[in-house]
């Protein structure tokens, strides 16, 4: 077998992140592939990669994304670890967890968007200072004890509520929030930050069938939301349910007040692309936003995470058939539909 690539033992910086990137391309150049699909508010490269195996007809595909938040390193470090995991034992033939590796790559198209938030990632691990927008950063408010609280990009947005999933206009801010700073402030206007845009195009241009967001932390799943979940007809159910019977993911409640919940990337996923999409969130719980010490991510999160990529990859399929078999059953879901 090769050597593994990525290094998770402790703090995952973003230039070995980027270095890391060409790495594993130049490692795995007929499996992987990288493409850049858009630029964060300092102009760093959005990344997203695809591992598609051998087979490069057009397949069922899964979108599994990480580091929205800028403090939940442990995102960033499961996409990019599972990169290398299941590109290594594609090669070598061997299982994950009792999946065939080679078998499901075959099957899918496996996209990766890693660091989906690069600036706020930089400024949890290097401080504002280092922003090329330290002059509006640094007036804004950080809620928590320090930078490595900081969850939104680099305009003090938190990218994971500026999506417009049909609830901009009631999505409400905690008070105090509803101006640019660290934490939960939802942008001036729906989609307004390059990185929300990145992805929006990146799902607009490609057919996936399902979406995997890491967050951090309380080791459980958002996967429903009051208003979209009836059009998937139990499938987003079934497939939490297989979930909680495989991994330490708990179910929650179906998210039920758009206040609240709207305008994440998942609910929009699911409002627009009308395919389920899943928010994991990683680790022990952990009052107050902290984040558990980034040494810890390989007992925290690896050895129960690893192969969740490959869970939903399989799903994907599932997804595909289930949906484009029964076109009758499912004419709610059609994208002809789909106008964003
Ligand atoms: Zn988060």
Partial sequence: MKKFIVDTSDTYFLDKIYDDIEKLC???IKLLSKNVIGKSVEG????????????KDEKPAVLLVGGIHAREDFSVMLCMKMIDYYCNYYEAGKSLDGFDVKNIIDMTDMYFVPVANPDGLNIVHNGPESSSNYNKLKN???WGEDHTYWKANANGVDLNKNFDDGNWEIRTCVPGTDVPCSDRFKGFAPDSEPETKALINFCNKNNFELMVTYHCSGNCSFWADIGT???FNGLDEKIMDELNKKYIYRKTKISQDPKVYGCGFENWFRARKKRPGFCIELSPFVEGGKQHPDYMFDELVWQHARSTGLFFAEKAVKVHSEIHDDTEKYAALTRDEIVR
């Fill in 26 to 28: 130049e490692n795995y």
């Fill in 140 to 142: 804004m408010k950080i």
């Fill in 229 to 231: 979940h009836d059009m």
């Fill in 44 to 55: 760093r490269d959005i990344v997203a990669l695809k591992i598609s195996g051998e087979i």
